[in-house]
């Protein structure tokens, strides 16, 4: 017997194991940030390498679902729940390439599944790049909406506020909208309370530049991509919770305004 | 002068959420470059006399195309550099405005920011899907010029 066979039978043999697999790299593709269509297209791909003769991948942004056939008759399915979507482009990256090279080289399962979990740890995205990220952003763009000095040195300030919410939040776990809200409110505040001493001019132009980092402009824009490219269900979804969290914004936004906003200038 | 200070905005803002986004490396310096390149389109073409919408349609066009080409030669998805590139583009401003206005209960400011947002988000999108459907004619033809 060739080896080759030795290896097709080995493959058939673990068939649960490939859909498996498949379903971790699109899973995770889905987590940092990757397209429907990509995560449907990449567990079709490496079903279809490994094997199987027909492979039905349903996916939308808070599940993947497969059902995979063999050519020896057996039918493999698996689903995973997805909780909560990110953005990590190093991550969607590596995955992407080794999607690319489990298709083209095919390696075994054991092979591919070290592979996986080598780039799970080397593209831990690290909350400094985000801080500096989110520091830069909100400065220029405050810039960029027409603050003045003062409400540029401020910005950098009220993003580190944010960042901090953010990042308590995310450790607490808890409530989206009430994650969300509980930021813009605390931005807002200190918003305020800079302007109030007079250390910036304008509560506006900062918390303009501020709030590009809070809202979901990129996940409306991706939604309504979705909805026109035809995986309407993945777009309906993303655009109502986009549309929950700029509530959120707006009822942190409105609650600290009222409360500060008149009592402090 | 007010646009200079938005090209080096776009720039900066483009690298702050390219390492939000978790970029790497010169992808960095790229999104940001592109960052800058389309606000430059938007406001090269709103200076040519075209309105809002249509202006950021053709910078939203302009920033997918050139994540596309990109992601071609470094061998990436094309997702990486796309909202990186695109983010000045988004209506950040009419929507707070919209929020604003709304708890000063003023409806006709409240509803105008707010629809100016859902436009400009409906340009941007026709903009990314333009050249979505435009690539996919291409690979399909090309594929076909293969197999003949």
Redesign the interface.
């Known amino acids: 017997m060739s080896l080759t066979s030795v290896r097709e039978k080995d493959r058939m043999a673990d068939a649960a194991g490939v859909v498996r697999l498949a379903l971790d790299v699109g899973e995770q593709i889905l987590l940092?940030?990757?397209?429907v269509g990509?995560v449907e297209d990449t567990v079709l791909r490496i079903c279809t390498s490994y094997g199987a003769v027909r492979t039905d991948v349903f996916a939308i942004t808070s599940l993947v679902f497969v059902t995979a056939v063999w050519e020896n008759g057996e039918i493999v399915t698996q689903s995973r729940r997805i909780k909560e979507v990110g953005?990590?482009?190093?991550?969607?990256?590596e995955l992407?390439?080794l999607s690319r090279r489990i298709c083209t080289e095919r390696p075994t399962l054991a092979e591919a599944e070290k592979a996986f979990s080598e780039i799970m740890k080397r593209?831990e995205?690290s909350w400094v790049?985000?801080l500096?990220?989110?520091?830069?952003?909100?400065?220029?763009?405050t810039?960029?909406?027409?603050g003045d000095l003062k409400d540029c040195l401020v910005a950098p300030f009220v993003a580190a506020v944010i960042f901090g919410s953010q990042f308590l939040t995310k450790k607490i776990g808890g409530n989206k909208f009430f994650s969300q809200a509980l930021c813009s409110f605390l931005a807002t505040a200190a918003a305020s309370f800079a302007v109030a001493m007079h250390l910036g001019s304008s509560v506006?132009h900062i918390?303009?530049?501020c709030?590009?980092?809070l809202?979901p402009?990129?996940s409306?824009?991706?939604a309504?991509?979705n909805l026109?490219?035809g995986d309407t269900i993945a777009g309906l979804i993303s655009l109502s919770e986009a549309l929950v969290i700029?509530l959120a914004?707006?009822g942190g936004?409105?609650l600290s305004?009222?409360l500060f906003g008149g009592l402090l200038i | 002068m007010k646009e200079l200070i938005q090209l080096i905005a776009s720039f900066v803002g483009a690298i702050g959420f390219s390492l939000i986004f978790g970029l790497h490396g010169k992808q960095i310096l790229l999104a940001g470059i592109g960052g800058a390149c389309t606000w430059g389109v938007c406001l090269l073409t709103d200076f040519l006399g075209c309105s809002l919408p249509l202006a950021i349609f053709f910078a939203a066009v302009f920033g997918s195309f050139y994540s596309e080409c990109l992601a071609k030669i470094l061998r990436v998805p094309k997702t990486v550099f796309l909202f990186s590139v695109l983010i000045s583009l988004i209506p950040g401003s009419n929507l707070y405005l919209a929020m604003r206005y709304a708890i000063e209960v003023n409806r006709e400011l409240a509803m105008a920011n707010a629809i100016e947002t859902l436009t400009v988000a409906l340009a941007i999108s026709l903009g990314i899907i333009v050249m979505l459907v435009t690539s996919q004619i291409q690979a399909r033809i090309k594929s076909r010029g293969n197999r003949n």
């Not at chain 1, 500096?132 to 763009?141: E, P």
């Open positions: 940092s940030g990757g397209e990509r953005k990590c482009m190093r991550r969607l990256e992407n390439s593209s995205s790049k985000v500096i990220g989110s520091l830069l952003a909100a400065t220029a763009y810039a960029f909406f027409g506006d918390m303009i530049g709030i590009m980092i809202i402009g990129i409306v824009t991706h309504v991509e026109i490219i700029a914004l707006a936004f409105a305004q009222s």
